[in-house]
């Protein structure tokens, strides 16, 4: 069943070129959705929590899906991974690592703290865009999402 | 013959004459001349023929009467009595003999009846049978008693012979006489009664002796004539059950002896020949019997009988077989034996001689007991070889004393080698024999000479082993729990390598010598002792210092022997070698997370370029500028940082690569350069800095230039990671520390979190990412301190409470 209502995406990035770059990618996709960002894994725990300035629903919505990459200061993303999927209110999201890193022990990592699905960045602009395209299609148009828990 | 009886004188011849011619009828006056010359012719012839008649009478008469003397004597002086007696028994004659015999004289004898003479007891049967006897005195013996004025009777034996002796005239009747021999049987009785008490006493004898006497006769068939009372006692069967039985003696034999009876049979018996059987006895039991027959022949040489006495030898039996069972015992056990045995007599010279040897002593030897027997050892082997052997026995002889001694001898049987005992023994208060024992030893000396040799090989190897080696002892506590170790042997190299001398440590415990001993070397050397099977290990002992590889084993129960070599030196290199490898490996380690990092940090800045530019291309078809100009400012943003992190990167290669020359310097200076270096960027700010630094800076060592970049780097972190705080204070100091220099950088900023302190010094790490520099500052400190052999580390309690900044530079000989 297609949802009507926009997709809710928390990108968690701490370069803020690409958060830029995948911010215009996700205002093109036909499918509505409200895009939003963190620097680190401190902002994005606390996000996901509704602590702080977070605590504004409108304005920061309690995400569908986390674009989550790995190399963050602070808190790193298997930390904030680990506390997503650890946490009885959070961890029914859908995570998608997307991270430069191809390396096998990450990926292991990331999968065994239940990672719903691991993307790597490509070098490549073009290619880069086919995988978010593809990203905008599969996740915002097919997957189907669950409600949030209660609080 | 009496003796009064004599030839006629020839006076009364002539009156016999005389009156028989008056007798006869015939006168002279008839005669005619011629019949009387006839007549006075035979007469004269008959004259003549008389007077030769009478001479010859006369010699005749003379030899008569000589004859009669003599047969007088003889009839007188015979042994046997004689008496003639007429029928009724009337003594005619009778000799002196018998006169003498019943000490009677001749006229007192004659003409008495002859039952005057005989006893009263047998007269009345004399009587009864003189009759038949005068009749038919033929074979006829009579006994009977004659009285005798002293002996009151003796015993006479009458032999009777009828004599009709020659008639005095043709007118008599024929007379017949009764020749009476009469024999004294007082001797013969005597000798009947000795032999009849003889009998007795030998009858007695037999009857009483315990050995059984039989005589066994075969005609007319076998029996038992006679069987001594003994038998009952001997075999159990009475003598009238062999009686009863004349077979009872086969049967008494046992069976397997009967062939022995056999052979004697036909072989014949030799008088006096001993035969021991085995018997049977009626109760079952077995014994032995030793037989001695005597065959009896009748005239003929035919076998008619068998004599023989038979004695229980069963003792003796049992007693031989014992006596031959322990002569073979003997005989066994001397012959028996694998030593030599020999046995010596000393004669009261002192000299000695071989008597007897063994089978052992022959075989060993070669020497036949024919060979020795009764010699010398001199006359046996020789001077040279014999003295020395007498020398020996002297030896045992003079101290009384077994000896033993060991000698090697050449004989016919080889050349060998002996362990020799002698043992005196004394007979008749003197040392009569010595027995000898010689155990052949050859082989032995050669394995014994060969275990020498072995062990001098062993003691040499002891002796000169590089390891060390120690035979111990363990002891054990109540429990059975090891507890100690006591040193029992311990070689060279062991000295050397622990430094501890054989005396000080051979008889010592472990923890007498080393109080403090680690209690794991304890505990292994107690599992290989009780027989836990040989460890091999090494191990670290403090009080020495040492580290050692040990083999351990146990080569008796309750003991281990320990092989150990010094591996400290290796141990050290190994440790080094380890450390060497895990630098690499970090450095490896590093490497690759530079590698990652590097390609990671140079990708980013691409993504947002390559990402961009597309939006740019898109922008301008858009027609969009503004757009666009912003965009080519983050593409040319992204491009610097990629400059200044390749800068970087080859910076950091640059200090392992390029060194300066070092040299001896105070780090006070370097420090008053970095921070007029600082102040510049300090007024730049606008901001006001508090330094603090120590007094007494030390001399370093090391590259002048690096050590700059060092101190400028430390101080630009503390700077920049001042924070909001009103009053930043920046301390510089030092510390001293064995073989090292402790330098500091302190700021009172706003520190870092405890997981945050091992990364910072990592390349392109930056805490706060907002933060000026590219994260390569602190990895160049890093780098360049590495270098130079010393350390960096940071110190901070947490966030808001400032760092110290540490980095170590080693002490040389000049500093």
């Known amino acids: 069943m297609r949802s009507q209502e926009p997709i809710k995406i928390l990108l968690v990035e701490d370069n803020p070129d690409h958060a830029e770059l995948l911010r215009r990618l996700f205002e093109s996709y036909l499918v509505k959705n409200i895009f939003c960002h963190v620097e680190d894994g401190e902002q994005a725990i606390a996000y996901l929590n509704r602590q702080g300035k977070y605590a504004d629903d409108l304005r920061y919505p309690y995400p569908n899906i986390i674009l989550l990459d790995l190399r963050l200061p602070k808190v790193d993303g298997f930390q904030v991974l680990e506390h997503i999927k650890t946490s009885s209110r959070h961890r029914h999201l859908v995570v998608v690592i997307l991270t430069s890193s191809r390396e096998e022990r990450d990926i292991q990592r990331a999968y065994q703290a239940y990672a719903n699905s691991y993307l790597v960045k490509p070098l490549n602009p073009n290619e880069m865009m086919d995988v978010l395209r593809h990203l905008g299609l599969y996740w915002l148009k097919w997957n189907v999402y669950a409600s949030p828990v209660p609080n | ?815």
């Open chain 2, 1 to 815: 013959m009496t003796e009064n009886k004599q030839l006629s004188s020839s006076e009364s011849l002539r009156q016999q004459a005389l009156a028989r011619l008056s007798d006869s009828a015939v006168s002279l006056s008839e005669l005619s001349h011629e019949q009387i010359l006839k007549l006075a012719h035979e007469l004269q012839v008959h004259q003549i023929e008389l007077e030769l008649q009478n001479e010859e009478l006369k010699s005749t008469t003379a030899e008569l009467e000589r004859a009669q003397l003599l047969f007088s004597t003889i009839f007188n002086r015979s042994p046997t009595g004689y008496l003639l007696l007429d029928e009724q028994g009337i003594v005619q004659e009778a000799n002196l003999t018998f006169c003498n015999l019943i000490k009677s004289s001749l006229d007192q004898v004659l003409g008495k009846p002859v039952q005057t003479f005989i006893d009263d007891a047998d007269r009345p049967a004399f009587l009864s049978r003189y009759r038949a006897l005068f009749r038919q005195p033929k074979d006829k013996l009579i006994e009977l008693r004659l009285k005798h004025p002293q002996k009151g009777f003796i015993w006479v034996r009458l032999q009777a012979e009828r004599l009709s002796p020659p008639k005095v005239n043709e007118h008599e009747p024929q007379t017949e006489w009764l020749l009476l021999a009469v024999v004294d049987l007082t001797a013969q009785k005597a000798a009947e009664q000795a032999l009849r008490l003889s009998e007795q006493r030998y009858r007695n004898l037999i009857e009483n002796s315990r050995d059984l006497v039989y005589r066994i006769s075969f005609v007319p068939q076998q029996h038992f004539e006679y069987v001594s009372p003994s038998a009952t006692a001997i075999t159990g069967y009475t003598p009238e059950e062999h009686y009863a039985d004349p077979y009872l003696g086969y049967k008494l034999i046992h069976p397997e002896d009967l062939p022995l009876l056999q052979k004697i049979a036909t072989e014949g018996i030799k008088p006096d020949q001993k035969l021991v059987l085995r018997w049977r006895r009626k109760d079952g039991r077995l014994i032995w019997m030793e037989q001695q027959n005597t065959p009896i022949f009748d005239a003929q040489g035919n076998l008619i009988a068998l004599e023989g006495f038979a004695q229980d030898v069963t003792e003796r039996k049992e007693a031989e077989l014992a006596l031959q069972n322990l002569l073979q015992e003997y005989d066994v056990l001397f012959n028996g034996v694998q030593d030599a045995v020999f046995l010596i007599e000393v004669d009261e010279a002192g000299e000695f001689r071989y008597l007897r040897t063994n089978l052992a002593h022959q075989k060993k030897t070669g020497i036949s007991l024919e060979m020795i027997q009764g010699k010398t050892p001199i006359e046996l082997v020789g001077e040279e070889l014999g003295s020395v052997l007498c020398a020996n026995y002297q030896r045992c002889l003079d101290s009384g004393q077994p000896v033993t001694y060991e000698e090697t001898l050449d004989l016919p049987g080889g050349r060998r080698t002996w362990s020799t005992t002698l043992t005196p023994v004394w007979r008749e208060g003197r040392i009569k024999y010595i027995v000898g024992a010689a155990t052949d030893i050859t082989e032995q000396k050669a394995a014994l000479e060969t275990i020498h040799l072995s062990k001098q090989r062993y003691r040499t190897l002891f002796a000169n082993m590089v390891e060390g080696f120690a035979l111990n002892e363990m002891i054990w506590d109540d429990n059975g729990q090891p507890i100690d170790y006591r040193f029992l042997e311990v070689n060279p190299a062991f000295e050397k390598l622990t430094g501890l001398k054989a005396e000080q440590v051979i008889g010592k415990t472990a923890r007498q010598l080393v109080p403090r001993l680690e209690a794991h070397w304890i505990e292994r050397y107690g599992e290989v002792a009780a027989g836990g099977g040989e460890q091999v290990f090494e191990e670290y002992t403090q009080e020495l210092g040492k580290w050692y590889e040990v083999r351990a084993f146990c080569p008796k129960p309750g003991y281990f022997a320990a092989v150990f070599i010094d591996v400290t030196q290796r141990k050290r290199l190994e440790a080094e070698r380890e450390q060497l490898i895990q630098d690499l490996q970090r450095k490896n380690a590093e490497l690759g997370q530079f590698t990652y990092t590097v390609s990671h940090d140079l990708k980013s800045p691409l993504i947002t370029i390559l990402g961009f530019l597309a939006f740019v291309e898109q922008s301008l078809d858009q027609g969009d500028l503004a757009q666009a100009k912003a965009d080519l400012q983050r593409i040319r943003f992204a491009a610097e940082k990629m400059q200044a992190l390749l800068e970087g990167l080859l910076e950091l290669s640059r200090i392992g690569r390029v060194a300066n020359a070092p040299s001896c310097f105070p780090i006070g200076e370097v420090v008053m350069e970095a921070v007029q270096l600082l102040f510049g960027n300090i007024q730049h700010q606008g901001r006001t800095v508090d330094f603090e630094i120590a007094p007494g800076l030390p001399l370093v060592y090391g590259d002048r230039a690096r050590l700059l970049q060092v101190m400028q780097n430390l101080l630009d972190n503390a700077l920049k990671y001042m924070g909001e705080q009103p009053n930043p204070r920046i301390e510089i100091g030092w510390r001293d520390a064995p073989d090292e220099i402790h330098l500091f950088v302190r700021d009172n900023g706003i520190g870092i979190e405890a997981e945050q302190q091992e990364k910072i010094f990592g390349l392109f790490e930056k805490l706060d990412p907002r933060a000026q520099g590219y994260g390569v500052g602190l990895a160049l400190v890093k780098r360049i301190i590495e270098v130079h052999g010393g350390r960096v580390w940071v110190e901070s309690e947490g966030e808001g409470k400032g760092s110290t900044f540490w980095f170590s530079l080693p002490k040389t000989h000049q500093t």
